[in-house]
């Protein structure tokens, strides 16, 4: 029997999933409120789930099944804390906004064939074997509903290797681009026309090294942003759910506020661009995308000035940033380290700063509050259910200059 002086409670979840003592012990899949015993077992707590899933903790898709509701919350909230006081900085963090579960919209699943069978879902946690799904409660229906008709098509177009499948829901419905294998053939392209047909997809690409290969595309793709229909090239960014995407954009518009310009920095197709009722400069480093934005403000006659630049090797200058009543920035994960030294300095009014990385994130706020900035507020976004990926968006304003003496 267990004494209670060798029994420990979890306090935290860290940021790559485990459970965490006050004294530093970690235990897997365990969550706040649970007590862990000397010999490492977990008793669970009252914020301890049943996991949904049937593949938890092997599918490496969710890694926090085992979190209820508001356990996870707290996790969203304390990644960004956390990432912020490794930088010693602080501030008023909102209540996170949540994606409701099977509502992603993207995903990238990897197919193998083995022994005459099929294999088709994610990847284990911390592994490259891939976990055959067979119910999946972060995908939404209408993609999960292709999963099984795509083992089959799979195997009609002789598929003797490894390859990922990119699974997008467009305005027309699933648009798939399948990289690392092509089909070849007549039967292979019947057994495609059919797959379509039956299911109603809307484009099928292949890419086996030499770029993408539309097959099947009866109707030009688009995804809808801002209300406005943009042409979508296979496999392109977009925010994992149209919930998270709205809770993001609507946090962009509250942030700047009304401004006569704006700057939106790595645009990608415009989400944020095509919802800000302003002029906007569109900077992106993405040709195809930046295509899109460009054909899709023309065809709308809205007012934008999109650009081609890659703001990594030619990032926006102190006097170009100044022409901006406010800026809004989406950098990759990797954060925008370059431009943030030139937003630093910048006299433009207000900045909104959206990052899918707490980490990156609060090593720019750390720049931009260095040179007199101020976070007025974060809205942490937790489209990636279930995952450790933590999203946010948040407005930076210029301290109030001190009285003199």
């Known amino acids: ?40 077992t ?20 969710c890694q926090l099944q085992h979190l209820d509701d508001q356990a996870y919350a ?45 294999t088709l879902g994610f990847t284990a946690e911390k592994a490259h074997t891939i976990v055959d799904i067979k119910e999946c409660w972060i995908l939404d229906p209408r993609l999960f509903a292709l999963v099984q008709p795509l083992r089959q098509l799979l195997k009609r ?3 003797r290797r490894r390859a990922d499948i990119h699974l997008t829901l467009a305005d027309q419905g699933a648009d798939i681009l399948i990289t690392g294998f092509a089909p070849e053939g007549l039967p292979a392209a019947e057994a495609l026309t059919k797959f ?31 209300g406005v ?9 977009l925010q994992a759910t149209p919930d998270g995407e709205a809770a993001l954009t609507a946090a962009v518009l509250e942030a700047i506020g009304k401004p006569a310009t704006v700057a939106d920095l790595f645009a990608g197709l415009g989400t944020f661009t095509l919802a800000i009722p302003a002029k906007v400069y569109a900077a ?20 934008v000035y ?26 990759p994960r990797s954060g925008a380290r370059e431009q943030a030294t030139a937003l630093a300095e910048c006299k433009t009014p207000v900045i909104a700063y959206v990052s899918c990385n707490p980490a990156s994130f609060a090593r720019d706020a750390k720049e931009l509050c260095d040179a007199g900035w101020r976070i007025d507020w974060v809205q942490p976004v937790g489209q990636f259910r279930w995952s450790t990926h933590v999203e946010l968006a948040a407005k930076f304003v210029r301290n109030a200059p001190q009285p003199s003496s």
């Open 1 to 40: 029997m267990t004494s209670e002086s060798n029994i420990d409670t979890i306090v935290r979840v860290a940021a790559r999933g485990d459970g965490m003592t006050a004294d530093g012990r970690h235990a897997a899949f365990s969550a706040p409120g649970d007590t862990l015993a000397a010999d490492g």
């Open 42 to 61: 977990v008793i669970p707590g009252p914020h301890h789930q049943t996991p949904p899933c049937v593949h938890f903790p092997t599918c490496g898709g």
């Open 74 to 118: 707290e996790f969203v909230t304390d990644r960004i804390a956390s990432a912020l006081d490794g930088q010693d900085l602080s501030a008023p963090i909102r209540t996170p906004h949540i994606s409701p579960e099977r509502s992603r919209r993207r995903a990238t699943l990897h197919a193998e064939a083995k022994g005459g069978k099929i």
């Open 157 to 159: 177009l002789n598929f």
């Open 196 to 226: 379509c047909e039956d299911h109603k997809i809307a484009r099928v690409a292949f890419d086996d090294g030499l770029g993408p290969e539309t097959r099947w595309e009866p109707d030009a793709v688009t995804i809808t942003l801002g």
């Open 229 to 237: 229909p943009v042409p979508l090239p296979p496999a392109s960014f």
């Open 284 to 303: 992106e480093g993405a040709r195809d995308a930046l295509g899109s934005l460009k054909a899709a403000a023309h065809r709308t006659q809205r007012p």
């Open 306 to 331: 999109p650009e081609h630049r890659d703001l990594y090797r030619r990032p926006l200058t102190v006097a170009e940033l100044d022409r901006f009543d406010a800026v809004v920035i989406d950098p």
